[in-house]
């Protein structure tokens, strides 16, 4: 069966100078959600078996580049990073990643698979106070992916899994910073509660095919696989090429389509 074919990939609001659009055969598929929804452990599977069906597979995520991912860990551990300095810090991240792995690896033919997109960016920044329409342009000159799978999950699931499976919840996470709560079990809920509710509210101005991941792991993988068969089809010509160098250092998915968004009021 040949691939489905899909709109070429452009930018939300800014191209970024000296790329050509149509060099990128690629496909860009981002996996969103809250924190502790599942969205590392579904990357991982997702990754290995794109791979099995010979498919050539980047997978990359927050704070993770060259350029500022040391940084960005380091500032954390210290609990110093006010809201905007995070946001462009992450933004940094973002922007290094972009130009130097992403964009190689879509212009090879790989299917590059996002552990959170700028959408994680703007749902921090919403839920810690700042301006909707200023996170919109600030994250415009990010390319349109082929595909937005957001992980939605009730508050209740991911403390549980917190629980389960860190032992104790995060600092950062809990949006202790901002100082949502009493303590940080309360932080923990009245952030990510906030987190989810800005998520929903991009959902369809982007596009966001949402996944129930409140069921069990290997069903919401299922889901994805399913959703995910319908944009990369069978590996082409390209998926055998070498990998983009990098700098040292149950099935039920509910589509959503809309216009790109010019710019918003704040949730």
């Given amino acids: 069966m040949p691939a489905p074919k899909h709109k070429p990939l452009t930018f939300y609001q800014t191209p970024l100078p000296g790329v050509d659009i149509g060099e990128l055969q690629g496909k860009l598929i981002v996996i969103e959600g809250p924190d502790a929804v599942g969205r590392s452990t579904q990357v991982r599977m997702l990754k290995t078996w794109l791979e099995e069906l010979g498919h050539a597979v980047l997978d990359t995520g927050m704070a993770r580049s060259a350029l500022a991912g040391k940084g960005i860990r380091q500032a954390k551990e210290g609990n ?114 906030r987190l989810i509710r800005v998520f929903d509210s991009l959902s369809a101005p982007y596009g966001f095919e949402v996944v129930d991941a409140g069921r069990p792991t290997q069903e919401v993988f299922e889901a994805l696989q399913a959703a995910i068969s319908g944009v990369t089809g069978r590996p082409g010509r390209t998926a055998g090429r070498a990998a983009p160098r990098k700098r040292p250092a149950g099935h039920a998915v509910h589509r959503q389509r809309a216009p790109l968004p010019d710019g918003r009021g704040s949730v």
């Fill in 80 to 193: 110093i990073l006010g809201p905007v300095t995070m946001t462009l810090y992450y933004l940094t991240d973002f922007a290094d990643r972009l130009e130097n792995e992403i964009i190689p690896a879509l212009r090879a033919g790989f299917v590059v698979l996002m552990d959170r997109y700028i959408f994680s960016i703007m749902a921090r920044a919403i839920a810690r106070g700042q301006s909707r329409a200023w996170i919109e342009r600030t994250t415009g000159f990010a390319l349109v992916p082929h595909q937005v799978l957001y992980l939605r999950a009730e508050v209740t699931d991911l403390i549980s899994r917190v629980v389960v499976g860190k032992g104790a919840f995060d600092y950062w996470e809990s949006g202790l910073d901002m100082g949502f709560g009493r303590d940080m079990y309360d932080s923990f809920v009245r952030y990510q509660t």
